[in-house]
């Protein structure tokens, strides 16, 4: 079974630590995986020649920060002339800033109170889509929308200071919320993406921090499906 990094990058985010959903950065840090995944499966010509060349780029607002702090906007695209093209240790996909979008990935997580966040995240989400359209310039971007659900049968939250666990009642379980979650999100934001994946775990964020995925084959075969869609199309569209 492939080993695929951005699904090693999402279980990271949870397994053996705890888990800050306020962390703004950590959807980035797994979406810019996608692009190392799409190098990996080379079924598009023109994407791995693209990335070999460093004529397309990972957008990154700050080129001279390091890969742990660097903060990308999910874009992938043509370099602009004259700029560098920067390679991390252990990385593919060179990152600069870009002059047009060729594809845009944007990743959410849900881990508690999921219903209460469910218009904004569907909001955000395809507020993301005009996004990526409004600076792709003349091309049609591939909009790819990944959002993590948790199905813990407990999790806890930490903000600041405070902890807040579930009770089934008033604060109810992940596990209770997780199908309605899903329904919406299907139904409500996956339409105005290319392609869209709900990746299912379970991670109660509370020590030791364990971690498991609802059904992995079903996960990797879903995400590897998914990257052979955007290769066939990036072939056809660029």
């Known amino acids: 079974m492939i080993e695929y990094r951005l699904l090693a990058r999402f279980r990271g985010l949870f397994d053996g630590k705890v888990y800050i959903h306020r962390a703004s950065n950590l959807g980035d840090f797994v979406a810019m995986h996608l692009y190392e995944d799409l190098v990996m499966v080379n079924r598009s010509t023109k994407y791995v ?7 397309r780029v990972l957008n990154v607002q700050n080129r001279r920060r390091g890969i742990k702090a660097r903060r990308g906007d999910g874009t992938f695209g043509e370099i602009i002339p004259g700029e560098p093209a920067i390679i991390d240790p252990g990385y593919k ?7 047009t979008v060729e594809i845009g990935v944007e990743v959410k997580i849900l881990a508690k109170a999921m219903i ?24 049609e971007p591939l909009c790819v929308g990944i959002v993590g659900i ?10 600041a200071e405070r902890t807040y666990r579930t009770d089934g009642a008033k604060h109810k379980h ?22 869209f994946m709900v990746l299912r ?4 964020n509370e020590p030791p921090f364990p971690f498991d995925w ?8 879903e995400y590897g499906a998914i990257l052979t869609r955007i290769s066939r199309n990036y072939e056809k569209r660029f």
């Open 49 to 55: 020649l693209g990335v070999t060349n460093m004529e």
């Open 93 to 99: 996909v060179a990152r600069g800033p870009v002059a």
């Open 116 to 139: 209460k966040q469910i218009d904004r995240v569907t909001g955000d989400l395809k507020k993301q889509v005009a996004e990526f359209k409004l600076r792709s310039g003349s091309c």
């Open 150 to 159: 948790n199905h813990a049968q407990v999790t806890t939250g930490y903000e």
């Open 174 to 195: 992940p596990f209770q919320e997780a199908p309605e979650a899903r329904r919406r999100l299907l139904a409500e934001a996956a339409p105005a993406y290319d392609e």
């Open 201 to 204: 775990y379970r991670a109660t």
């Open 214 to 221: 609802v059904n992995y084959p079903d996960t990797v075969q």
